[in-house]
């Protein structure tokens, strides 16, 4: 029972506490840019949560089974954004071919995904804090909610946005930011959770 | 010469890549806490930068299409990781407080995003300009970014206090201030293009 | 056919100076990065021991007596070739993580000093056996009779914690009556 307790805080964690958008600052270009509509949102959340998985699993193999042994912990960066870049290569072609409704939901903003730094960053995070395979997963389950739920969130406001009467110099970009901010203040809240 | 110095205008103003294209948000809003700490990431963030657009551009003959982006990623990561050993070797104080953004430069959508757009398809001397221009660029974003946030959060300037009577408010180096502050500095960017362009 | 090799060769060449490059780097600042460390480690022990002016670690490291300590490390202070005192590397079970700590004997065999050096305990409870006013007590003490609640102050909702500490430092005090 207690590994359970573990897990779920770290899921709780990873998708609350220490949000990848509001407290840790990762995957903000996607989140700037596509949060413009709630459909697309839920599109790249969903292939968020697909890639990042997988990277973490292939990247924790990579991590302790070569580079550990073979005493190449320096090659880690370049590793770890090689993998993720012929992953998301090889899950664009595998999801285009044999899952094509899946690939119009969500395949196009695949490509986008391998610059993301959420990724590269949850694949590092899991090596700095030691997590095991299961924890590695969880994790990342955890961080792309986190992420999508912050998606919907924005684009939901965004959404609001476009009938409101904004200001000439806040319109556009300023005012996203502001929002983005009010948000991360609400996330804040969320610190009370972890003690 | 003349054009030279065009390519670097161009990457401090006019295609600023944090204020105006808004890529590379991430390291950007992270390590603003303090000006110190964003002078670090931006002096690191230009090597990677700069070296990278000379390397990208040098390899043009021997890169064909295809395999382009593998191999800027292979450049950019080396000179990341380059980046990496000596901070953390020779200065890891600053290491400690940059963190992972220093790996991440790796994915800054800027770097790849500038080898794709420019380094690959001029000169080398075209792409320094180019570099130096961006990296200025975003070295005055972050520090005004790092200026703001030191400031309101802490009443520091680089660790001095300026006034006494100033009492700093917290929620300025924590993430609302970061996001607070960018949309500030567009929003008073674009105030000033306006007004440029009027004149 | 002909393309891929000629693609698979090109990446391969640029990986391999890219590795090259790299392993020349990471070679020349690893040199370093062991002086920074050791560097850090001096200064962290000076902390416990501030009259000494050099610090070499003991060949002599014993097993423990205790299953749940572990010896890490015992260095020696000394000052102008005189040996001035001990400081132990210990590892305690404590009550969510391994707690390491540095105990400092000075050379009439009592406790100098006592400093946690890493540890993972619960924020606010465990976590507080870091601090001096837990430590603090352990200073002058010479024999392994501490207990908690019998001669030892533990921190309250933290009685894990406070043994683990407490287990370790008698460890140290048990092999330097030897």
């Known amino acids: 029972m207690n590994i359970i307790g573990k897990l779920f805080m770290l899921f709780i964690s990873a998708s609350l506490i220490n949000n990848i958008v509001f407290m840790r600052f990762l995957a903000l270009c996607p989140f700037v840019g596509m949060s413009t509509q709630i459909e697309t949102s839920i599109g790249m959340g969903a292939a968020v949560t697909f890639v990042m998985v997988m990277a973490s699993v292939v990247t924790f193999f990579i991590y302790y089974y070569i580079l550990v042994p073979l005493n190449l912990l320096f090659l880690r960066t370049i590793a770890f954004i090689l993998v993720i870049a012929v992953l998301v290569q090889l899950v664009e072609m595998v999801i285009k ?64 946005l476009s009938y409101s009467d904004i200001p000439e110099f806040w319109k556009g970009y300023p005012i996203v930011f502001i929002s983005a901010g009010l948000l991360a203040l609400i996330f804040l809240g969320f610190q009370g959770l972890a003690h | 010469m003349k054009d030279f110095l065009k390519y670097v205008v161009n990457g ?60 800027f990623i292979i450049v950019i990561g080396t000179f990341t990781t380059i980046v990496d050993l000596v901070i953390s070797a020779y200065f890891p104080e600053l290491y400690k407080a940059l963190g992972i953004f220093i790996p991440l430069i790796v994915v800054n959508c800027i770097i790849i995003g500038r080898a794709e757009a420019f380094a690959y398809r001029h000169n080398v001397l075209e792409s320094i300009a180019d570099g130096i221009g961006i990296s200025i660029g975003y070295i005055w974003a972050i520090v005004a970014l790092g200026l703001i946030r030191e400031f309101l959060g802490n009443g520091t300037i680089l660790g001095k206090t300026l006034f006494s009577w100033f009492n700093p408010a917290k929620v300025f180096t924590m993430p609302p201030g970061a996001f607070w502050g960018i949309g500030l500095l567009i929003g008073l960017l674009k105030w000033f293009e306006k007004r440029m362009g009027r004149r | 056919m002909k393309n891929i090799l000629r693609y698979g060769l090109t990446l391969f060449i640029i990986c391999a100076i890219a590795g090259g490059v790299l392993a020349y780097t990471y070679e020349t600042t690893q040199k370093v990065i062991e002086a920074n460390k050791i560097r850090e480690k001096i ?110 102050k533990p921190v309250s909702g933290a009685t894990i914690s406070s043994s683990a500490v407490v287990r370790a430092i008698n460890e140290v005090l048990k092999h330097n009556k030897i």
């Open chain 1, 97 to 160: 071919r044999f899952l094509s409704g899946l690939y119009k939901a969500m395949g196009i903003y695949l490509p986008l995904i391998t610059t993301n730094c959420a990724i590269l960053g949850v694949t590092l995070l899991n090596i700095n804090y030691g997590h095991n395979l299961i924890e590695a997963i969880v994790y990342s389950l955890g961080v792309s909610l986190g992420f999508t739920i912050a998606l919907i969130l924005l684009a939901s406001i965004r959404d609001r």
């Open chain 2, 12 to 71: 401090i103003f006019k295609e600023n890549p944090v204020l105006i294209l808004m890529i590379g948000l991430c390291s950007v809003l992270a390590v603003s806490t303090s000006v110190q700490n964003a002078i670090g990431m931006g002096l690191a963030f230009s090597f990677v930068m700069i070296f990278s657009n000379i390397f990208v551009s040098l390899l043009r003959p021997i890169t064909p299409n295809e395999i382009r982006i593998p191999v």
């Open chain 3, 43 to 152: 200064m962290l022990l000076k902390e416990l021991i501030p009259d000494a002016s050099d610090f070499v670690s003991s060949s002599n490291k014993p097993n423990s007596f205790d299953p749940l300590v572990t010896i890490k490390e015992i260095y020696i202070a000394k000052k102008d070739g005189k040996d001035v005192g001990r400081v132990w590397e210990v590892s305690t079970k404590g009550y969510s993580s391994d707690i390491v700590l540095l105990v400092a004997i000075n050379d009439s065999g009592a406790i100098e000093k006592v400093k946690v050096v890493s540890q993972q305990e619960t924020p606010g409870l465990g976590t507080e056996v870091t601090k001096d006013d837990f430590l603090a007590q352990f200073i002058g003490k010479k024999e392994a009779n501490l207990e908690v609640k019998k001669n030892v």
